[in-house]
């Protein structure tokens, strides 16, 4: 049999895109659309349902608890210009109000500059459940699937059913609201209303389950009028049907997997093909979707297989998602990829050691539409060796390779990228604890590097970053005093120059009445060097609180920071001094 149907593809902005033309083609390529629109007949519309808590009684039905606050800042500085008012207050409250167990959360400020009030339970939603049904009433954020609706919030009703073996959910609602230009934020872009609904059904467990995974979002064109309708408010529509899969083979072996399609039409108002009505699968999808010039069709895949036994797993996955490929149900896909790796990891020594790493390849320019491929080898190994309770160990290792090739046009040598990150981690710690003292020691070496490969550019694009930290801690348990003491090396080399920072830091904390009061004083001493300028910097704080009849707390901090660079130095010497004085009183 045959009919008129998709695809062909246009190259805009360097990303290619499959558009519905009419053409002469064969029935195997319209099979995900049919389905689609088969499937939007089912289920409109869709019923409501009615929730009853077998839980509701032993709920409190009202509850209030929070802080009132208020601070005093007082500041000075020299050698530079202030940062701050001499002296400010703020006066704050945070409370969350309860009923039948769903939290109310409110919070106030005033102070000197500025004055707001804010109520997150605006965004107010539940999701009450009673054996295997859940409704979800306002402010939701669901998880269908990877490819279909991953997360996005969406203010409406929805519905989960999980009866046996069945798996149905079923969500409509407005996934974003109208936003319109603002005089004071010229940065504001104008949005549209967009609304729709996402459905999942399928059958299993969570140890086995096969689902159909679908959603349709569209934005309402006139949520916005006038010249707010400019081309940065283009109403889009969007419909993404796909598969996701997990199976457990057995204890050991277990698989996922999902793909998906995305039929997106990125605007709504742009020309037409013509008439559709002879094209079967267009005349029933027309009822639902906009199909136009505009009208794209992206896919997404992923699947891994996941081999795990004691002390030992192991897994290989596999990702391709199209250039372009967008769900009005997600934020954010990183698209134009392909990659494939493989994470072995295992224990040894009565699980002492545990190792772990990835290795694998990846790519973009999937559809050989960009200037140039991107082909990147990655890597990464993690070991952490604890034979004792005194003595433990830590290493990570990491590699990124990232080799352009030519893509649609030859690639000029000069500018061809070709680098390799690297980065090591080393971290050894030695503790004594015994029920009158502990001690610790802590060491930190790190090491990054990127080496640029291509000689045209590499002597401008090299850099090397290392840093060494050292650190002391010891505790009195009787006393309830406890000592730090740390060393620091920081060293920063690229093209341009080289910086370093070499000091240390130095602090004791004391608690009294059974730690209702404690002090904590801490120092710290730096010598920077920056472009062959050397100088100082000076760090101290005074912290105090102390706690009383119960919900009374006050706290003070005096904070200091001192500077000291030669005269005519791009860097200011400067003295700053900071104090807080606050009040809190808990409720």
């Known amino acids: 049999m045959q009919f008129k149907s998709l695809l062909l593809f246009k190259q805009d902005r360097g990303e290619e895109h499959y558009f519905i033309q009419h053409r002469r083609h064969s029935l195997a390529p319209s099979f995900l659309i049919s389905f689609i629109a088969t499937l939007l007949w089912l289920i409109h519309p869709f019923p409501s349902f009615a929730q009853q808590l077998d839980n509701l009684k032993s709920q409190k039905p009202f509850t209030l608890q929070g802080s009132l606050g208020a601070n005093l800042i007082f500041y000075h500085a020299s050698g530079i210009p202030e940062r701050m008012r001499p002296f400010s207050y703020v006066l704050s409250a945070n409370a969350s109000a309860t009923l039948y167990g769903v939290d109310m959360p409110f919070s106030f400020t005033y102070s000197d500059r500025q004055r707001n009030y804010t109520q997150p339970f605006n965004q107010f939603g539940i999701s009450p459940t009673y054996k295997w049904a ?55 872009i104008p949005s549209l209303k967009r609304k729709g609904l996402a459905m999942k059904i399928g059958v299993g467990s969570s140890k086995n389950f096969v689902d159909f995974n679908f959603l349709n979002i569209k934005d309402d064109s006139t949520s916005l009028i006038g010249t707010e309708m400019s081309s940065t408010a283009t109403p889009a529509q969007n419909m993404v049907a796909g598969f996701n899969t997990h199976f457990t083979f057995s204890k050991t072996v277990s698989f996922d997997a999902e793909i998906a399609g995305s039929l997106f039409t990125h605007d709504m108002k742009a020309p037409t093909l013509g008439d559709l009505n002879d094209v079967p699968i267009f005349s029933g999808l027309e009822k639902f979707f906009v199909i136009n010039q505009s009208t794209a069709f992206y896919t997404a895949i992923r699947s891994s297989l996941l081999y795990k036994t004691k002390g030992v797993s192991t897994k290989l996955e596999y990702r391709r998602i199209d250039p372009g490929y967008n769900s009005m149900g997600a934020y954010f896909f990183n698209n134009d990829i392909e990659n494939i790796t493989i994470a072995p990891s295992f224990t040894l020594f009565e699980r002492k050691l545990a190792l772990r790493g990835s290795v694998g390849v990846q790519r973009d320019n999937l559809r050989n539409t960009k200037k140039a491929t991107a082909r990147r080898i990655i890597s990464s190994f993690n070991a952490s060796y604890n034979p004792s309770s005194k003595f433990g160990i830590d290493a990570s290792y990491s590699n990124y390779s990232n080799n352009q090739r030519a893509g649609r046009v030859p690639l000029v040598d000069s500018i061809k990228v070709f680098t390799t990150t690297s980065n090591l981690s080393i971290s050894p710690r030695l503790m004594f604890i015994s029920a009158e003292k502990s001690h610790m020691i802590m060491l930190l070496f790190n090491r990054m590097s990127l080496n640029d490969r291509n000689p045209q550019s590499a002597q401008m694009a090299e850099t090397q970053a290392t840093m060494f930290n050292a650190g002391y801690n010891l505790s009195l348990n009787a006393s309830m005093l406890s000592f730090s003491l740390s060393l620091n090396h920081t060293l920063l080399e690229n093209f341009m120059m080289a910086s370093k920072a070499t000091g240390g830091s130095l602090g004791v904390s004391k608690s009294m009445q059974e730690g209702r009061f404690s002090a904590s004083l801490n120092n710290s001493l730096q010598r920077t060097t920056m472009a062959e300028v050397k100088g100082w910097v000076i760090n101290s704080s005074l912290n105090l609180t102390w706690s009383f009849l119960k919900k009374n707390s006050l706290r003070f901090g005096l904070f200091y920071i001192n500077t000291s660079y030669p005269d005519g130095s791009v860097n200011p010497s400067f003295n700053e001094f900071k104090g807080d004085l606050s009040y809190v009183y808990t409720f």
Not at 150 to 175: D, I, T
């Open 134 to 188: 859940t409704a979800h009433l306002g402010y939701r954020s669901l998880r269908f699937s990877d490819f279909t609706l991953a997360g996005h919030s969406f203010l409406g009703a929805g519905v989960e059913l999980n009866p046996g073996k069945f798996r149905f959910g079923l969500v409509y609602g407005r996934f974003k609201k109208s936003t319109e230009s603002s005089p004071q934020a010229i940065d504001t």
